[in-house]
């Protein structure tokens, strides 16, 4: 059953293993939600004093912080590959952790016991795997402001 404001999720492929992967469509609350914490806000307080009282701000208040709390950690933990592990965001922030975890996270898979399914991984040509071995082996040019 579709919402009637459009799926909150994106379905693509992972960039590395090309996996079909899902995640969230929004990162932040929209107006809908907003619209929504400030209804339950106004029931809230409509049930509790029986009149709509100025503490009502404080549940529409905490009712959005808890929302937005919940929506970026929901986003977040959707983002990365659940077949490969690989994260666009450590992956943009630095690839060299991503690799990490990457290759943390092909290991442990490697090593389960459960069936799984194989993974179409890039194939690095020998050639290609030298010119990144250099690039490895030379020093970072620190960024200049
Ligand atoms: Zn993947």
Request: glycine letters at 4%; proline letters at 5%; aromatic letters at 10%.
């Amino acid at each position: 059953m579709g919402s009637p404001f459009g799926s909150r999720k994106i379905n693509n492929y992972c960039a590395f293993c090309r996996s079909p992967h899902w995640h969230y469509r929004h990162r932040n609350l929209g107006v809908l939600h907003i619209g929504i914490s400030l209804i339950s806000s106004v029931l809230i307080s409509l049930y509790a004093f029986g009149e709509l009282d100025t503490r009502l701000t404080l549940f529409f208040v905490v009712g959005l912080f808890i929302s937005e709390i919940f929506t970026q950690v929901r986003w977040r933990l959707a983002l990365a590959c659940r077949q490969c592990g690989f994260d666009p965001v450590i992956y943009k922030k630095n690839p060299a952790d991503a690799v990490k975890i990457v290759k943390a996270h092909l290991d442990r898979r490697q090593h389960s016991s459960m069936a799984l399914r194989p993974l179409k991984l890039p194939v690095l040509s020998s050639h290609r795997a030298q010119a990144l071995q250099k690039t490895e082996n030379q020093p970072r040019l620190s960024k200049q402001i």
